[in-house]
């Protein structure tokens, strides 16, 4: 599966579940430990749990290992390391909190709307 391909298939999955506020930071040439972080986030545990569970199993489908997923049973943060990608699935009270947005301000946006219409 290519790059493409993989933010695809996540951006669907997350979407699929009705993950608010998706965005995609280009870490290339910035981050050491992935290429890209995709950040969302739900509004109640229940469904941060369901986005976070649909991305594992879109993962299994095309055999795609999820190195290490951390944060499910609270809810509020789960990070899914799928290598050249990591996952942030917030509960929407966590993501202004912690807004990794403005922390890794000087990452490139990548347009998702094509994905998303």
């Known amino acids: ?15 699929d579940k009705r993950a608010e506020d998706i965005m995609m930071l280009d870490m290339k040439g910035i981050s050491l430990v992935a290429d890209y972080f995709l950040i969302c986030h739900g509004n109640s545990e229940k469904q941060v ?14 055999e795609i290992n999820i190195r290490r997923m951390e944060g499910f049973d609270q809810a ?6 799928m290598g050249d990608m990591v996952v942030h699935v917030f509960h929407r009270d966590e993501r202004s909190y912690y807004n990794l ?10 347009d998702l709307n094509q994905i998303l219409s």
């Open 101 to 110: 947005e403005k922390l890794w301000g000087d990452a490139p946006s990548v």
């Open 1 to 15: 599966m290519n790059e493409q391909e993989l933010i695809e298939l996540v951006v669907k999955a997350v979407d």
């Open 76 to 81: 509020r943060w789960v990070l899914v390391d």
């Open 49 to 62: 749990q369901a986005i976070a569970r649909e991305i594992k199993d879109v993962a299994a489908e095309k």
